[in-house]
């Protein structure tokens, strides 16, 4: 069953501390895997999307790594600020289908002063 | 440019009455999505359109319709609502459905009495 687990489902770090959120997944076959970034009463933004032969991206301070084999993801945050506070949603898209992403149920960060 | 809007922002609805969702884009994606978000779960596909013209159903399409006319618009429709329908919507477009980056609208939050 095509599946994506996220870790922790929730997590307070204090400001300028760094983090980092968990995802796992059983999706097969693998196309690529992107973190979104929703902030509360919004839709999801993309931070970064992955192909199956990359293990690393970086956006600012935020940077995603990639482990195809074992299927995990992990996004690390740098240096927290209070606008980091936000949902973290792995999703993770099939190689084929047009029905074909599927969502972590996400990690709520609260960075706080 | 706003990208891609929906309306209501929020909207309180009797049981058994009939509601449209409106979702706008305009980046002339060719592909848009209708979904759900509840607490605990991940986002969930009601329903999506390749191109205009043409819909299909995602995981969770009982009880909403949606229709394609033109590339710009994708409307959800409830016909008779029920409690179970209370939710955020969500609508996303992308340039084309599978491995692109879906763009997200900021919601509908949704309550049904």
């Known amino acids: 069953k095509n599946q994506v687990e996220q870790s922790p489902q929730s997590l307070i770090i204090l400001e300028g501390k760094n983090c980092t959120l968990q995802c796992n997944y059983t999706v097969s076959p693998f196309s690529n895997l992107r973190w979104y970034k929703q902030d509360t009463g919004r839709g999801p933004v993309s931070l970064t999307i992955m192909t199956f032969s990359e293990n690393t991206k970086s956006n600012g301070r935020y940077t995603a790594t990639l482990d195809a084999d074992t299927k995990q993801s992990s996004l690390h945050i740098t240096a927290s600020q209070l606008s980091d506070s936000a949902s973290y949603i792995c999703v993770v898209t099939l190689e084929t289908g047009a029905n074909n992403l599927f969502f972590g149920t996400g990690t709520r960060l609260t960075v706080i002063p | 440019i706003a990208g891609i809007t929906q309306a209501p922002t929020s909207q309180i609805l009797a049981a058994g009455r009939r509601m449209t969702l409106r979702c706008t884009q305009d980046m002339r994606h060719n592909a848009m999505y209708w979904y759900r978000q509840d607490l605990g779960l991940g986002l969930r596909l009601i329903h999506y359109s390749n191109t205009a013209g043409t819909t299909g159903k995602g995981e969770v399409p009982d009880g909403y319709s949606v229709s394609r006319a033109n590339t710009d618009d994708f409307p959800l429709t409830l016909a008779s609502a029920v409690p179970s329908q209370t939710s955020v919507y969500f609508c996303?477009?992308?340039?084309?459905?599978?491995?692109?980056?879906?763009?997200f609208g900021p919601g509908t939050r949704l309550t049904v009495l």
């Open positions: 996303a477009s992308s340039v084309w459905t599978g491995h692109n980056e879906q763009f």
